[in-house]
């Protein structure tokens, strides 16, 4: 069964857009914040709540994992060093262990 979702239609240029209601809850503070920086913005609060929630959801949906850390990703090049010798000094301590009990 199908959940029902009150909708309503919104015009944009002419254009009709059929926009799904939803409802959320703010505590006084964060109530308060969104009135004042939608101000700030000259937007409605729906609008800033809308902008803020679809960046939000295009971050977390980003198509892969590399695209979030595309600003970061292969800034710092090192040369390895002792990284690089890890997996074998991890392999003698464990064989020296074993040798020792």
Do not use: C
Not at 1 to 28: A, F, G, Q
């Amino acid at each position: 069964m199908e959940r029902w979702s009150p909708s309503v239609y919104h015009i944009v240029n002419r254009e009709y857009y059929t926009v799904e209601m939803r409802s959320l809850r703010l505590n006084s503070e964060l109530d308060e914040k969104v009135q004042r920086a939608a101000a700030v913005k000259g937007e409605s609060v729906s609008e800033f709540i809308r902008q803020a929630a679809a960046e939000r959801a295009d971050q977390t949906l980003a198509a892969r994992p590399s695209e979030r850390f595309a600003d970061v990703a292969g800034v710092i090049h090192g040369r390895g060093g002792r990284a690089r010798r890890t997996g074998k000094t991890f392999s003698e301590t464990l064989a020296q262990r074993h040798i020792d009990k």
